[in-house]
Structure formats: structure tokens, C-alpha cells
């Protein structure tokens, strides 16, 4: 794992409050209405990437979804969710890792990742991504990032933008077809605009 990376996202979560971070959400609306359009079964396996305090997994939960993982590098941000969670918390998986570290053991029905793949910048880490994504999905991926209408750093990193083309292309090189992208202007707690591109695509079976 990257240590200098780990340290910088647990000193952010060890010293910031939601309303003090960009990305919070009361409510990840359009998360939320991807995955209901994708309509998995509640015993569906579902990973969040980068989950972090996502309140996301909160509404999993409550919708009744039995088998729900939340990724995130910082242990602080971790631990900050499921202290909100309370004794639900006992219902997630929970991961501390770099998703460049995670060695999957699980093959996933849905992966979610709300701005975390646009932090990987050079074209190792993008493959790498990629080639975890390919190795850990067997259904469909709900992938969010920095639109190129949108900011061109977080927390202070560098991100690589995308548009919907970019997106769905990328993706095809670990056989995944684009069933969907649409724009979200975020609303940040300070009151900022941000353009992000989700993008809903579906794992082909290969000959």
C-alpha cells in the first residue's frame, strides 16, 4: 500500500467532518437510481470502492440488500461509518485497502465506485484498476468520476477526467459494454458546483 496515500486520507477523515469534505451526500440520489434501474436481487453481492463515509451503504442496508462491502483505504473513514451505522454495522463487509491492494475473493455483482477511479492518474494505475475490476465483477459496475466539465483535483490530488465516450471506451478493454452515462452537477456542503459522468456498464461473457 501506498503509505504516503493512506496517511493523506486519514489525516482528511481523522480531521474533517462531512460537512467539511466535497464529495458528502445526504442522500446518493443518483447512485441509487442507477442500482435501482439495474434492479439486482437483495441477495446480491454489492461492493462500494472507496466508500469512505458514503452514506450509501446506509441505504443498502435499509433496502435490505444481505450481502454489502464497503472498501476504503482509511481505517478513519471506516470506522467513522460504522460508528453511524450503529449495530447495522454488523451486516457489512468491511475492507481497509488501496483498491490497487485488493486481492478479491469474492466475485461481485455489482460494483460501485463513486470517485475513487478518477484519483488513478498514469496509465499503470488505470490498468490496474481495470484489470481488478475484470478479475472481481461478474455483473455490472456503476463507475463515477470528474466529468471534463468538472474539477481537475480533490483533496488537494490530481484526477484524470472523463466524458461518457472515455468512460465507456476505457472500459471495454476489460469486457465491459456501457448499458448508460448520464451528468450530475453535485452539490458540494460549501456550496460549489461539480459535473460528474456516471456510467452503468455490464461484464460480457467471452468466448
Known amino acids: 500500500m501506498n503509505n504516503i496515500k493512506k496517511q493523506h486520507w486519514e489525516t482528511i477523515y481523522q ?66 461509518t460504522k460508528s453511524r451505522l450503529g449495530d447495522q454495522a454488523q451486516k457489512v463487509k468491511w475492507l481497509v485497502s488501496d483498491v490497487l491492494d ?32 475484470e478479475e472481481a465483477v461478474k455483473g455490472k459496475m456503476i463507475v463515477a468520476t470528474f466529468s471534463t466539465d468538472g474539477p481537475k483535483k480533490c483533496s488537494g490530488l490530481e484526477i484524470k477526467q472523463y466524458n461518457e465516450d472515455s468512460m465507456s471506451h476505457l472500459f471495454e478493454q476489460a469486457h465491459f459494454r456501457k448499458l448508460g452515462c448520464k451528468r450530475e452537477d453535485h452539490l458540494t456542503p460549501s456550496g460549489s458546483v461539480q459535473n460528474f459522468v456516471f456510467c452503468s456498464l455490464t461484464k460480457e461473457m467471452i468466448a
Open 15 to 80: 480531521t474533517k467532518q462531512p460537512n467539511e469534505v466535497s464529495w458528502t451526500q445526504d442522500v446518493p440520489a443518483t447512485s441509487l437510481e442507477i442500482l435501482h434501474r439495474l434492479d439486482p436481487p437483495k441477495s446480491a453481492k454489492i461492493i462500494d470502492i472507496g466508500g469512505g463515509d458514503s452514506k450509501l451503504v446506509d441505504h443498502l442496508v435499509e433496502e435490505g440488500y444481505t450481502d454489502v462491502t464497503v472498501l476504503d483505504i482509511s481505517e478513519a473513514a471506516i470506522n467513522r
Open 102 to 133: 485488493f486481492h478479491p475473493t469474492e466475485k461481485y455483482d455489482v460494483w460501485h465506485d463513486r470517485a475513487a477511479f478518477h484519483f488513478q492518474t498514469s496509465p499503470e494505475t488505470v490498468q490496474a484498476y481495470l484489470h481488478i475490476a
